[in-house]
T-cell receptor
Framework: DTGVSQDPRHKITKRGQNVTFRCDPI?????LYWYRQTLGQGPEFLTY????????KSRLLSDRFSAERPKGSFSTLEIQRTEQGDSAMYLC????????????FGQGTRLTVV | AQTVTQSQPEMSVQEAETVTLSCTYD???????LFWYKQPPSRQMILVIR??????QNATENRFSVNFQKAAKSFSLKISDSQLGDAAMYFC??????????????FGKGITLSVRP
């Protein structure tokens, strides 16, 4: 297993377009998280899945954002009608078991909205 | 809601010297976990060290150790014998251990550590 994988690594899009990012967690991990990180800031929680169930969404996740995790495996994060304020690094992380367990992060998808 | 504060945006250390990165947090919970994550430039975030709040003993991992002061809600990271590869952004993070709470991490703003050869 090569760890958490995110695709694409970079995405440049025009304002108003839709974008979709993919995250492949470590295969045995049941928990999957999406975070957003802007320049000079720490990651901020967006949403959380346990298996295929989306259990929590942050208020940061506006109606233009939607996330899925079909069959409890990979996850997608879609942003509709992108805005310049959506420009950020989108990080995916996964973990398994206890809450003390380490969360493993992917390398992130850097989104630039022009 | 829990908050994590890292008030030093940048620090610098001479190679082979020791440096301490500060972190404070605020919570009303009694059971939680604290973490330090390292994010090298253009690379993924990796766990450096973790501390369970119920443990009085400070965690250590090779050259990395923490000073956990639960009453003061302080959680600093000490890096001994600093190496060039330690240069990165370091994030302090909190996770609730309360039953039923999700296991999301709450991060501080991070601190950029540079290592002088």
């Amino acid at each position: 297993d090569t760890g958490v994988s995110q695709d694409p690594r970079h995405k440049i899009t025009k304002r108003g377009q839709n974008v979709t990012f993919r995250c492949d967690p470590i295969s045995e991990h049941n928990r999957l998280y999406w975070y957003r990180q802007t320049l000079g800031q720490g990651p901020e929680f967006l949403t959380y899945f346990q298996n295929e169930a989306q259990l929590e969404k942050s208020r940061l996740l506006s109606d233009r954002f939607s996330a899925e995790r079909p069959k409890g495996s990979f996850s997608t994060l879609e942003i509709q009608r992108t805005e310049q304020g959506d420009s950020a690094m989108y990080l995916c992380a996964s973990s398994q078991g206890q809450k003390s367990a380490e969360a493993f992060f992917g390398q992130g998808t850097r989104l630039t909205v022009v | 809601a829990q908050t994590v504060t890292q008030s030093q945006p940048e620090m610098s250390v001479q190679e082979a010297e020791t440096v301490t990165l500060s972190c404070t947090y605020d919570t009303s919970e009694s059971d939680y976990y604290l973490f330090w994550y390292k994010q090298p430039p253009s690379r993924q975030m990796i766990l450096v060290i973790r501390q369970e709040a119920y443990k009085q003993q400070n965690a250590t991992e090779n050259r990395f150790s923490v000073n956990f002061q639960k009453a003061a809600k302080s959680f600093s990271l000490k890096i001994s014998d600093s190496q060039l590869g330690d240069a990165a952004m370091y994030f302090c993070a909190y996770r609730s251990a309360v039953s039923g709470a999700n296991s999301k991490l709450t991060f501080g703003k991070g601190i950029t550590l540079s290592v002088r050869p």
